[in-house]
């Protein structure tokens, strides 16, 4: 009997020997203080760092600190870069015992980040320095309830602000991939942000060759904040490749887009592949394709920022290689749009940064061409169809009886500027006649202002009717003849829908015969 209780009390002896080495190690290698905690924080931040309160636990070991305030480097006294309202570590026993050491989840509560502008004294890295320390993993990091307020270069302007509402990581750890999962309430435009995926191993010495992958999507998107549009979008996404460099397809799907001034609301579709700088935000679009209605547009481009300017602006090549003239006036117009018809174009779109309206901000260089077009308003096509008739040789009484649709094609370019666009160089014909026009259109008021020359063999009387064709056909010397056309100056002013078509007669009358 003795043998045995002698074995017994001498493996219990070796366990309370063990015991109290252990207590010894952790008393002298015990992470959780104020002191070890404030330096983790400082090497891991570069930065000063206070705590108000501080407790430790030992059953789970650990500790939580109140009120945590990581300085500027310059002006320690001024708002901190960062404050956390409650910091809790908690480890295990066991994980001392690993290699590198594990703590088994970090929380964090309350946590406020400003993020200096990228010239500001305070605008290097708020965050880590370096990766967690080559001892150390955490299995778990939550971050709840944080904000993180992106400063502007212009102190009158408002902050950009982004509310991470959840935010877990696991298996953080240095050379380590680690798993994410965050939602997060965008402020411009505004939004719901939800993405999960992969992330690292971090690369302090180089951030763009950190690997990352995952999928997102940002929901109940409201596009009214750019001013001068509104619309409800929703975006799906899958991305990777390197932070500095983020490899990204999905789509967006707008309900009820609108542009102020229109009586319309469309549905817009877009698909997109894209090239996404996680260190800055820039994107380089390659490309996008939107779908509404009849109509397909491609764009390609980027949307990136530029030193001087405030925020971002975004500059595209588009193409319409197959469209309708009539759905790309359905956006901007009151009422059924003036003019149907196929409409092929190319041109060069730039949304400049800044907060003016959408319609003020836009800069547009359009060249654009009609097939098949005609006016939807039947007077308008009425009088367009008896100038073609009479032009091609139609009698009166087979104008009045059978009159023949004249097709149109419409050619010109389009430079739009603070709302307003000037067209140059545009072309109108349709059989026996053709017209060239110049002038402008108000996207703000809708107001028409323009002027041209129509060539013509028909009658001109034929383009109205009553007392106005009476007066026409008497004056029809009056104008000038170039062969076997007359050459007739017109004016379209007034309100889209409701605009005049005139004959110029200050013109008419001023030039030689």
């Keep these: 009997m003795r043998k045995p209780l002698r074995w017994l009390w001498i493996a219990c002896a070796g366990v309370i020997g063990a015991l109290v080495i252990g207590a010894v190690i952790l008393a002298t290698h015990w992470p959780f203080t104020r002191k070890a905690v404030i330096a983790a ?9 206070e705590i108000r309160a501080f407790s430790t636990s030992y059953f789970p070991p650990g500790c939580t600190a109140q009120d945590v305030s990581f300085l500027r480097h310059k002006h320690p006294e001024a708002q901190p870069i960062i404050t956390v309202e409650r910091l809790v570590i908690r480890g295990s026993f066991i994980g001392f015992l690993q290699s590198p050491q594990r703590l088994s989840a970090v929380k964090v509560v309350g946590m406020h980040l400003i993020i200096p502008p990228p010239k500001a004294a305070d605008s290097s890295r708020v965050l880590l320095n370096s990766g967690p320390g080559t001892g150390l993993a955490i299995s778990k990091i939550i971050a709840d309830g944080a904000l993180l307020e992106f400063m502007p270069n212009d102190e009158k302007d408002k902050p950009y602000l982004l509310n991470v509402e959840k935010l877990a990581v696991t298996d953080v750890g240095a050379g380590t991939r ?35 992958s995952g999928n997102y ?28 460099r983020i490899a990204t397809h999905g789509s967006v799907d707008v309900a009820r887009f609108h542009v102020n001034g229109s009586d319309h609301s469309v549905p817009l579709a877009t698909t997109f592949e894209a090239t996404v700088n996680g260190t800055n935000g820039d994107v380089l679009l390659n490309p996008a394709t939107v779908r509404y ?7 390609r481009g980027s949307i990136a920022g530029h030193e001087g300017d405030q925020g971002k602006a ?8 197959q469209g309708r003239v009539d759905d790309l006036l359905y956006l901007f117009t009151k009422g059924e749009p003036g003019m149907s018809g196929d409409i092929a174009a190319t041109g ?28 939807t308003d039947p007077q308008t096509q009425a009088t367009v169809n008896r100038l073609s ?50 002038g402008s ?64 007669w200050k013109r008419t009358l001023s030039r030689p015969k």
Excluded: C
């Excluded at 904040?225 to 509104?230: A, R």
């Excluded at 959408?358 to 006016?375: H, M, N, P, Q, V």
């Excluded at 009045?400 to 603070?418: C, F, V, Y």
């Design 41 to 49: 924080l400082e090497k891991a931040s570069g930065r000063q760092v």
């Design 178 to 212: 680690m798993a994410y999962r965050v939602t997060l309430k965008n402020s411009e435009p505004p939004g719901i942000i939800r993405a999960e995926g992969k992330f690292g191993p971090w690369n302090p010495d180089d951030i763009g060759s950190t690997p990352v």
């Design 217 to 244: 999507t940002y929901d109940n998107i409201d596009l009214g904040v750019f001013g001068g549009i509104t619309g409800t979008a929703q975006a799906r996404g899958e991305f990777s490749g390197l932070l500095g």
């Design 293 to 299: 209605r009849r109509t397909q547009i491609e764009v």
């Design 314 to 321: 975004a500059k595209f090549d588009i193409v319409v290689p």
């Design 348 to 375: 060069k779109f730039t949304w400049p940064s800044g907060p003016r309206r959408f319609l003020e901000k836009i800069a547009l260089d359009l060249g654009f061409g009609t097939r098949d077009s005609g006016f």
């Design 389 to 438: 008739g009479s032009a091609e040789g139609e009698s009166e009484k087979q104008l009045k009886s059978d009159p023949s649709t004249a097709l149109s094609e419409l050619r010109g370019n389009i430079q739009m500027r603070g709302g307003t666009a000037q067209i140059s160089n545009g072309s109108f014909q349709v059989p026996g006649a053709d017209a060239a026009v110049h």
């Design 441 to 504: 259109y108000s996207l703000l008021n809708q107001r028409v202002d323009l002027h041209g020359t129509l060539h013509t063999r028909g009658q001109l009387s034929e383009m109205t009717s009553g007392f106005k064709a009476v007066l026409v056909k008497a004056l029809t010397p009056v104008f000038r003849k170039e062969h076997s056309d007359r050459v007739v100056p017109f004016q379209i002013t007034g309100a889209y829908g409701n605009a005049a078509v005139e004959i110029d």
